[in-house]
T-cell receptor, first 113, second 109 residues
């Protein structure tokens, strides 16, 4: 299967700890996106990359959040000093070009205790 | 705050019945996408509509994009238990998708 993959699928952490998630996009896709989804809501855009360049960040992405895509392939999303309000499903998607349809990974479910 | 409003929020029907879910916005989008999401999984793309007035059919699913490209509907004919899930619409504006809150559809056997 060559779809988008995300690791880990689930993460439980204590408040104040740092966590890092990984996303591997579809191999030929040059655009990669991060979204966050809370219970009862649709996904909300966080940030996106074109190749290795991070081109847009939502105001939802506080200073505690950082995302990288160092070689234009996989991406990582790090949350520092986690808070209970960070508990959510973190979704990664990729597309080919700006008009390309976005294909989502299975998500990482974060629970902050 | 979701830019797209979906209705109804919940829908429970018997197998074999038809259903329609709606997606409305005050904004114009270059395209609109419909996804289905199952619990604990990411959204799976069903269809993309681009042209105002466009109608697309995918087996028992019919998608319509409004003439003004602000609203859309999804109609399922003869629903099956396998159609159960969260149906999300998303408006595309350049690089970003703006999602509705979704319609949770339950099809009872």
């Amino acid at each position: 299967d060559t779809g988008v993959s995300q690791n880990p699928r689930h993460k439980i952490t204590k408040r104040g700890q740092n966590v890092t998630f990984r996303c591997d996009p579809i191999s030929e896709h040059n655009r990669l996106y991060w979204y966050r989804q809370t219970l009862g809501q649709g996904p909300e855009f966080l940030t996106y990359f074109q190749n290795e360049a991070q081109l847009e960040k939502s105001r939802l992405l506080s200073d505690r959040f950082s995302a990288e895509r160092p070689k234009g392939s996989f991406s990582t999303l790090e949350i520092q000093r986690t808070e209970q309000g960070d508990s959510a499903m973190y979704l990664c998607a990729s597309s080919l070009g700006w008009e390309g349809e976005q294909f989502f990974g299975p998500g990482t479910r974060l629970t902050v205790l | 705050t979701q830019l797209l409003e979906q209705s109804p929020q919940f829908l429970s029907i018997q197998e074999g019945e038809n259903l329609t879910v709606y997606c409305n916005s005050s904004s114009v989008f270059s395209s609109l996408q419909w996804y289905r999401q199952e619990p604990g999984e990411g959204p799976v793309l069903l269809v993309t509509v681009v042209t105002g007035g466009e109608v697309k059919k995918l087996k028992r699913l019919t998608f319509q994009f409004g003439d003004a490209r602000k609203d859309s509907s999804l109609h399922i004919t003869a629903a099956q238990p396998g159609d159960t899930g969260l149906y999300l619409c998303a408006g595309a504006d350049d690089y970003k998708l703006s999602f509705g809150a979704g319609t949770t559809v339950t099809v009872r056997a």
